[in-house]
């Protein structure tokens, strides 16, 4: 019975995140491309590997993709959410030719004042190593924010 409960709340949990991500537009430039969206469900081995390169617990199974076409520049981006402190931020991660061509928040559920500004988030196109500049006053933003990121490198190479 406590595993049905556990499946029934895993399923609710991933399906509200699934939802949250589809009714996202995609930002300026990009909603003005030629889009296919696609859904991918991280098996369980998926999910596993996932964890141990990132030594954290994966809770997302849905994932959504974008392929975009804007005029003539290919882009893959990856969907993908995570809980910041009580709320979600969901990200957009684009990469071009398996490089990180762009990021941008979709949605923030937490108080704004703990969102990543846009020139922070423009440090990843150019990082090289794990050194990531620090995010005053919103520790966890950051965390969560370099755990999309790692998880979107992860599915690019896949």
Not at 1 to 21: D, H, Q, R, T, V
Not at 82 to 99: A, G, N, P, S, Y
């Amino acid at each position: 019975m406590e595993f049905l409960k556990f499946f029934i709340f895993f399923l609710i949990f991933n399906m509200s995140m699934a939802i949250a991500a589809s009714d996202i537009v995609l930002p300026s430039p990009y909603d003005k491309c030629d889009k296919k969206m696609d859904v991918v469900i991280l098996s369980s081995k998926e999910k596993k590997e996932l964890a141990q390169i990132m030594d954290e617990n994966i809770t997302q199974s849905i994932v959504h993709i974008a392929d975009l076409n804007c005029n003539g520049r290919i882009l893959k981006g990856f969907i993908l959410s995570d809980k910041i402190r009580t709320h979600f931020q969901t990200l957009l991660v684009l990469f071009e030719k398996k490089k990180l061509a762009d990021i941008s928040v979709l949605k923030f559920s937490e108080p704004v004042r703990y969102k990543a500004p846009k020139a922070w988030l423009a440090q990843f196109r150019h990082r090289k190593n794990d050194h990531v500049d620090a995010l005053s006053g919103a520790t966890m933003t950051r965390e969560s924010t370099i755990s999309i990121i790692k998880q979107a490198i992860y599915l690019e190479k896949k």
